[in-house]
C-alpha cells in the first residue's frame, strides 16, 4: 500500500472524504509524519529493527559521567538498547554516551516508504493518523471520534505485535527445518 491508499483507510474511518494525492488533504499532509512515527515508535516492528555497530566518536565526552561518546545512525528514529541489555547510556545531542565499549544499537530505524509496510502495521497507522485527523475532518471538536480511533488503535495494536512477533517465530523455524532437511540430504 502507498501514503494515498493508507490515508484513505484513515479518511474512510472517520467519514471523510478520499484524496487522489497526498498533498491534497492538509491535515493528511501535516499529520502523517507524526502519525508514521509514532505509530513504529510503538513496537520494536520487524520491518523497521536495525541493529548497527556505532561509529565511535574522536572527541571526548563533554561530560565526567561517560567515557565513551558514539554517533547515533542517521536512520535511527527510536533507540531501543545496546547489544548488552544492561549497558546504561543516555543520548544527548547526535550522540549515544555510554561506559561500555559495546557498540552494537537496536534501534527502530524511519522507514519512510510505505510499500514496505505490513498489513498489520498498516491497519495500527491506520486507526493513529484517523485519530489525529478526525477532529479537523469532521469539524466538531466535540466528537468522541478521534477519541474512538485511538481506543481502536489500542485495542488493534496488541494484535498486530502478535502478528508481528508470530512471523519471526515462522521464519525462524522454517529456515531450520530447511537447515535439517538439507544436512539430511546431504
Known amino acids: 500500500m502507498d501514503q494515498v491508499e493508507i490515508s484513505n483507510a484513515s479518511l474512510t474511518l472517520i467519514g471523510a472524504k478520499q484524496i487522489i494525492s497526498p498533498d491534497e488533504d492538509l491535515a493528511v499532509k501535516a499529520m502523517w509524519p ?3 512515527d509514532t505509530t513504529l ?3 520494536t516492528w520487524k520491518f523497521a529493527h536495525e541493529i548497527k555497530e556505532l561509529a565511535q566518536l574522536s572527541q571526548e565526552p563533554d561530560t565526567a559521567a561517560w567515557s565513551y561518546m558514539y554517533q547515533i545512525p542517521n536512520d535511527c528514529l527510536y533507540p531501543r538498547r545496546m547489544d548488552d541489555e544492561s549497558t546504561e547510556y543516555e543520548i544527548i545531542g547526535g550522540a549515544i554516551y555510554t561506559n561500555e565499549s559495546s557498540r552494537i544499537l537496536h534501534y527502530t530505524k524511519s522507514v519512510e516508504n510505505p510499500e514496505l509496510y505490513p498489513v498489520h502495521f498498516v491497519n495500527v ?3 493513529r493518523l484517523a485519530s489525529m485527523i478526525a477532529t479537523r475532518k469532521t469539524g466538531s471538536k466535540s466528537s468522541n ?3 474512538l480511533m485511538l481506543e481502536i ?3 488493534e495494536l496488541p494484535q498486530a505485535i ?3 512477533q508470530s512471523q519471526e517465530n515462522i521464519s525462524m523455524r522454517g529456515s531450520e527445518e530447511e537447515d535439517s532437511f538439507i544436512s539430511a540430504r546431504k
Open 145 to 147: 471520534l478521534p477519541k
Open 34 to 36: 507524526l502519525a508514521r
Open 153 to 155: 488503535y489500542n485495542l
Open 41 to 43: 515508535i510503538d513496537h
Open 162 to 164: 502478535a502478528v508481528d
Open 125 to 127: 497507522l491506520a486507526y
